[in-house]
């Protein structure tokens, strides 16, 4: 299966091409940018499938990051991959966030749960917490960075996100400390691309995945159609989630072009 994966979702503007049959990243391109997504994306995805020698039309799915995220940002990624999926005629499908961060976590054999935490402003977080095999200790909500610490229950957690080092830094002293701590700006862009191969497009669909209001207001209409779209969201959470799929092992990482 031929994948591209698209991530616009936070600080990152990046895309890749997967191969599953050969179990490897044929391309990739990650920009670090808080702004400026929308005239660096289709650009960027151009590189990206030039390097892999694909036309659009030999992808068999497109994978899109859909939030918790940048309101702004999420809309460019995903309007790309949706107008990308039908032009070649192709299904398009989501990845949250925090499952992307949590995915290199999970399955690995270890003995830790994964908090992925990703910076909401105003001392809140997006949070959710996944045992060491995908099951839902806590699922995705937003709360106080005082709220998230109530996690510290389990023992000696591995934190992830852009707000990882936030809770690091804030973690209780009567708590085992974290087992590590990767405060990754945005999902790294291989994994977005293998849960998108993993997950099944009719419950996972290319929507924004909001678990809160944006700051910046749509119209009525399009709020309407987002709360449709998020309703679906939360039913296919689980199946987008990499706690749910057989994912193959950590793929390797190619260096970034």
């Not at 591209?4 to 990046?14: H, P």
């Not at 890749?16 to 990243?25: F, G």
């Given at each position: 299966?031929?994948?591209?994966?698209?991530?616009?979702?936070?600080?990152?503007?990046?895309?890749?091409?997967?191969?599953?049959?050969?179990?490897?990243?044929?391309?990739r391109e990650s920009q670090a940018m808080k702004r400026g997504h929308a005239e660096a994306l289709m650009p960027l995805i151009a590189r990206v499938m030039k390097e892999a020698g694909l036309p659009f039309a030999a992808l068999d799915r497109i994978a899109v990051t859909t939030g918790p995220g940048s309101f702004t940002g999420l809309r460019v990624g995903l309007s790309a991959a949706r107008g990308i999926a039908l032009a070649a005629g192709k299904p398009a499908v989501g990845v949250t966030t925090l499952s992307a961060y949590a995915a290199p976590c999970v399955g690995q054999n270890g003995e830790h749960p994964v908090i992925s935490a990703i910076d909401a402003r105003h001392d809140h977080v997006y949070f959710q917490v996944v045992s060491t095999d995908g099951d839902a200790l806590i699922d995705p909500r937003v709360v106080s960075i005082d709220e998230a610490l109530e996690a510290s229950r389990f023992d000696a957690p591995h934190l992830v996100g852009n707000a990882a080092r936030m809770l690091a830094e804030r973690w209780p002293t009567r708590a085992l400390p974290p087992s590590s701590v990767d405060a990754q700006a945005a999902p790294d862009i291989a994994w977005v691309a293998w849960m998108g191969a993993a997950i099944d497009p009719d419950t996972a669909p290319p929507r924004p995945y909001y678990l809160r209001p944006p700051d910046a207001k749509p119209s009525q209409d399009l709020r309407s159609k987002d709360l449709q779209g998020q309703n679906l969201q939360n039913q296919s959470l689980q199946s987008e989630d990499p706690r749910s799929q057989d994912l193959p092992g950590q793929p390797a990482r190619p260096t970034a072009s």
């Open positions: 299966m031929l994948i591209l994966a698209i991530d616009t979702a936070l600080e990152a503007c990046a895309a890749a091409a997967l191969d599953t049959a050969a179990n490897k990243l044929i391309a």
